[in-house]
């Protein structure tokens, strides 16, 4: 058990190590020199972590944010987060073991269904996996699983989940990328199936269909082509009004710097942050979708690597900022709607709203243009706030307080075995 754990907590936790063992492996199954299989997995190390490091600067930038709305618009209640339940779950509840081995068993799992099926999928996100492997852990303690069958039970939930999501939404990806090289494995695919199902509905349709990646300015306005410059010029004032309503006093927490002007060069850290991940996409895709096709063939044949979310923004980086500032306009209409009918309050998670709305934004895009984008940006906002609240009940009955998780399809599964529990009155 001690290796077991070393394991994960060293290896299968590290994302950059998972995708760089993958490309690995891949190289060497196509019998590539030992020189180009060194190289290959490095370099694909490299451009994971230059997009983690990206990911951290968009995340420092935003927790900022999300203080500063809060203080700014005087919002108290419920802030989901996946983080917290996990840590609680594996203090509070003892389940850190049973969580441990079931991270181990939907990566088995997953491969296992893959290769026996016509899913064809290997879900490369670790840092997701736990998350699945936490909530269905609870899910079956809920229910009154113990032991090995909770652990049994939890894998295999977990694996159709992580061969399951990349598959049903394989068919937008396909059309975002141009191609079939990869797939897209982050555990809010419902939400994301949602949004583009809405804009589908409300959006716009046939040879009427403008994407936001179409849009066409005038020689004046060419410079917003650049995909950077439009984050600044959207991004820049979001701070700095929010930082106006909110005061001087909130940013002394972070700097001695006038709040104006912090708040000023904290969105331009955002931007730089979505240039250093995209940076790292770029890098990790180059090395990584050629290696992959020595699993491809060897071990799972006609696999396919789902990677996280990030891989799909610099298709539509348009669309990434308007996912993000309406599934923002979404939460909020939520925060306040909820409430009425008798559920939590659950406020905005700003990471959830960029790394999930910025999917959102684009498959929405893909499925309903620019006017489907915007609506299913908000209607999806106030659907993964819906989940959360719904969430919020379940958690109480298992011992938690006034907690709840982000991604839909995590919440999805754990309500999935709540609806069966009080079926059988079980739990």
Not at 339 to 365: E, K, Q, S, V, W
Request: charged residues 10%; aromatic residues 12%.
């Amino acid at each position: 058990m001690v290796v077991i754990n070393w394991i994960i907590q060293n290896i299968l936790t590290q994302a950059s190590i998972i995708i760089g063992l993958v490309s690995m492996v891949g190289l060497i199954a196509q019998r590539k020199p030992v020189s180009e299989v060194i190289t290959g997995t490095l370099k694909t190390i490299l451009g994971f972590l230059v997009l983690g490091a990206g990911s951290g600067v968009i995340v420092e930038s935003l927790t900022y944010f999300g203080e500063m709305f809060s203080e700014a618009f005087n919002m108290r209640g419920i802030v989901p987060s996946i983080e917290a339940i996990n840590g609680q779950a594996m203090n509070d509840l003892g389940l850190g073991s049973a969580i441990s081995l079931t991270f181990l068993g939907v990566f088995i799992a997953n491969i296992v269904i893959a290769r026996f099926t016509k899913w064809k999928y290997i879900f490369l996100t670790g840092q997701a996996i736990l998350w699945m492997a936490t909530m269905t852990t609870i899910g079956g303690y809920y229910i009154g699983l113990r032991g090995w069958a909770l652990i049994v039970v939890g894998s295999i939930g977990g694996g159709i989940f992580a061969v399951g999501m990349p598959a049903i939404a394989q068919p937008i990806v396909r059309k975002v990328t141009g191609s079939d090289d990869i797939a897209l494995g982050h555990f809010c695919t419902i939400g994301y199936l949602f949004a583009a199902g809405m804009a589908y509905l409300f959006g716009e349709k046939g040879e009427d269909k403008s994407t936001l990646e179409e849009i066409e300015l005038s020689s004046s306005f060419e410079f917003l082509q650049d995909s950077y410059v439009s984050m600044m010029i959207v991004m820049v004032p979001v701070y700095i009004i929010t930082a106006i309503f909110a005061g001087p006093e909130l940013s002394l927490e972070f700097s001695d710097q006038n709040y104006i002007m912090f708040a000023f060069l904290q969105a331009m850290q955002f931007v730089v942050g979505i240039y250093i991940l995209l940076a790292g996409v770029r890098l990790m895709l180059d090395e990584l979708i050629p290696a992959f096709r020595g699993i491809a063939m060897k071990i799972v044949p006609d696999s396919k690597p789902a990677l996280d979310i990030p891989v799909l923004f610099p298709y539509s980086p348009n669309s990434v900022i308007v996912g993000f500032l309406t599934t923002t306009i979404g939460a909020v209409i939520a925060m306040f709607v909820l409430p009425i009918f008798g559920l939590p309050m659950i406020l905005p998670g700003m990471m959830t709203n960029f790394f999930a709305g910025g999917g959102a934004g684009i498959f929405a895009n893909q499925a309903g243009g620019r006017r489907g984008a915007i609506i299913g940006g908000i209607l999806h906002g106030i659907f993964i706030t819906l989940l959360s609240a719904l969430l919020v009940g379940v958690f109480d009955q298992v011992g938690f307080v006034n907690a709840t998780a982000t991604d839909s399809d995590t919440i999805v599964a754990l309500l999935i075995y709540a609806v069966i529990g009080n079926l059988f009155g079980l739990g």
